[in-house]
């Protein structure tokens, strides 16, 4: 990643900060792995990074769990998640979000083995749809969440034909602002073939 600098949602680029040197008094973040600590390494990530993962102004949280969300019709209603099928067209059909709900939840670990397995297995039925549905050469599952601090996963189905072979999806990482969404009638077709589906 030499000579590519990290820019924050606010398009500034953050200013660099020692970890375990913060000029705050309130707090003096550490990095710790079992008994070492590890000083003077410098933050990369957004300053108000651990709000984010602890839920200040997470998007997923304020929308609640609506049929629509920018353009993405959800197509199941789990018992911790809900699934959208996104709308704008990226070169993978069939690309889904799964979204996890019941309050903010940054990471799969700190779910309950019940609620995790749950949510894992609510992740499978829209997998096992999406392969159903549109028959991809490959179905990819990515779970991240450093963008959006909230759990949720990507199921991205892959063609012999996308634009990336042998590599992560290009849509997902560098959308194309000239890719229209996906038309309305193909869409509302897979909607409703994936709802009936996912019953």
């Known amino acids: 990643m030499a000579g590519r600098s990290l820019i924050c949602r606010t398009g500034e680029e953050p200013a660099a900060q020692a970890v375990g040197r913060c000029t705050e008094r309130r707090r003096t973040p550490s990095v710790r792995r079992g008994d070492a600590t590890v000083a003077d390494v410098t933050r990369t990530w957004d300053a108000d990074w651990e709000q984010r993962k602890a839920g200040k102004g997470c998007p997923m949280c304020s929308e609640g769990s609506p049929d629509d969300t920018y353009g993405n019709a959800r197509i199941d209603a789990g018992r911790v ?69 909230h759990l949720h996963a990507h199921p991205v189905p892959r063609y012999v034909t996308d634009d990336s072979p042998g590599e992560s999806s290009k849509g997902l990482m560098q959308p194309d602002p000239r890719r229209k969404p996906i038309a309305d009638d193909v869409f509302h077709r897979d909607v409703a073939a994936l709802r009936v589906a996912l019953k």
């Open 81 to 149: 998640s809900d699934a959208y099928l996104v709308r704008g067209d990226i070169g993978q059909p069939g690309y889904t979000i799964v979204i996890g709900r019941g309050g903010h939840i940054a990471d799969l670990t700190e779910l309950s083995d019940a609620d995790a397995t749950t949510y894992l297995r609510e992740i499978l039925k829209v997998a096992r749809a999406l392969e159903a549905h549109y028959r991809p050469a490959k179905l990819n599952l990515e779970m991240l969440g450093h963008v959006v601090a």
